[in-house]
């Protein structure tokens, strides 16, 4: 019996922390207080290069941060992520260059 060939899902890029990602409709999904046809803009904490999955087409990976600019955590005490979605690889891609 022969095993299937060993798959490796692409590294999503390392975007720094601060990064300030402009999310459109389609780009992300899983929130819980905005709909997915929405535009959103985060500021990235981590990238989760861990957390990537196929889904419709697309790679998704999680990414946390904090909601741009209604959150002040550049300027507050530090503070958990209040932001944390499934954003899509290629967006990813495109915010790194």
Do not use: N
């Not at 390392?14 to 990602?21: E, K, M, P, R, V």
């Not at 500021?43 to 957390?51: E, I, L, S």
């Not at 550049?74 to 499934?86: D, I, K, Q, Y």
């Amino acid at each position: 019996m022969t095993k299937p060939p060993h798959t490796s899902l692409p590294q999503p890029p390392d975007l720094a922390a601060g990064t300030l990602l402009r999310l459109r409709a389609g780009d992300w999904h899983h929130s819980h207080d905005l709909p997915c046809t929405a535009y959103c803009d985060m500021t990235v904490t981590r990238v989760h290069a861990g957390v990537t999955r196929a889904d419709g087409g697309h790679l998704w990976v999680r990414v946390t941060g904090h909601d741009h600019p209604t959150c002040s955590w550049a300027s507050a005490e530090p503070h958990a992520p209040c932001v944390e979605l499934m954003v899509r690889l290629d967006v990813l891609q495109r915010h790194a260059r």
